[in-house]
């Protein structure tokens, strides 16, 4: 069979070096490193991407944007031309979410607003019932502040922070710590909850509400294609053909 990617250097000094691969050697590296799924979503992507448009303005501005975050610098084994269709690629990719997904993300915002948003709020984790409705009576009654009793009892990282927490998006935490957080207003001391083998104390200090601006909406864009992808990927059934000997 003919060789039909060489790595390395075919000089007779750097004999030692990689050498080259047949057609059968790489679809079999394809699946040993895992790297076939790989290049099927890259497969599903092209497809997708097939029938969009752009103008020779819009690809313009895509290759000197992607120029500008490579610094100039080109990589080691791409020629121009490939970064430039890198840069046309990923404009028409963009092109795609939008056309697929931009017309509800509002819709879809607001459904995903409640885990999106975040909050800052103060928490003291035990493992004694009875030492922190001790801690919750003397937070309530004001003998001592959350963060001394935070550095003094608590048995989480919290301890290092005076008890401060975020500010952190609720879809990162708990579900029963974030539901209390959501329901609580600043200021609010809620009596010992058990989570877990944990007992915890927590004060909702102040809750920052998700907002649709630019990197929210590109966000959600992406988190939406991650979805439709993942998806085309799970309906595909590839399989490895070894090659025709004869025509390799």
């Known amino acids: 069979m003919n060789p039909v990617l060489q790595l390395g250097d075919d000089r007779p000094q750097a004999a030692s070096r990689l050498g080259t691969l047949t057609t059968a050697e790489i679809l079999q590296l394809l699946a040993e490193h895992q790297i076939l799924p790989l290049l099927v979503k890259e ?9 969009i448009e752009s103008t020779p303005q819009e690809e313009k501005l895509a ?7 490579s ?43 409640p885990q999106l948003s975040r909050a800052i709020y103060s928490l003291i984790s035990t493992n004694d019932i009875g030492m922190s409705q001790e801690i919750y009576f003397r937070i309530q009654e004001g003998e001592q502040s959350f963060a001394q009793l935070a550095r003094e009892y608590a048995q989480g990282p919290e301890a290092q922070t005076d008890g401060l927490v975020g500010p952190v998006e609720l879809q990162t935490i708990h579900p029963v710590l974030a539901k209390l957080l959501s329901i609580s207003q600043p200021q609010q001391l809620l009596p010992p909850t058990q989570i ?53």
Do not use: H
Not at 43 to 51: C, G, L, R, S, T
Not at 63 to 69: G, V
Not at 85 to 97: E, G, S, T, V, Y
Not at 204 to 226: C, G, I, T, V
């Open 43 to 51: 497969m599903i992507i092209d497809q997708a991407i097939a029938q």
């Open 71 to 113: 610094q100039g610098r080109q990589p080691p084994g791409m020629s121009k031309e490939q970064l430039q269709q890198i840069a046309i690629r990923q404009l028409k990719l963009d092109k795609f979410k939008e056309t697929a997904w931009g017309g509800d993300i509002d819709a879809y915002f607001f459904q995903r607003k």
């Open 63 to 69: 290759c000197e944007q992607l120029a500008q975050q």
């Open 196 to 248: 877990g083998d944990k007992i915890i104390i927590v004060r909702l200090e102040k809750l920052l509400p998700a907002q649709l601006d630019r990197s929210m909406r590109q966000r959600l864009l992406n988190e939406r294609f991650s979805t439709w992808l993942q998806t085309e990927m799970a309906s595909q059934n590839w399989l490895l053909q070894p090659p025709d000997i004869a025509t390799v």
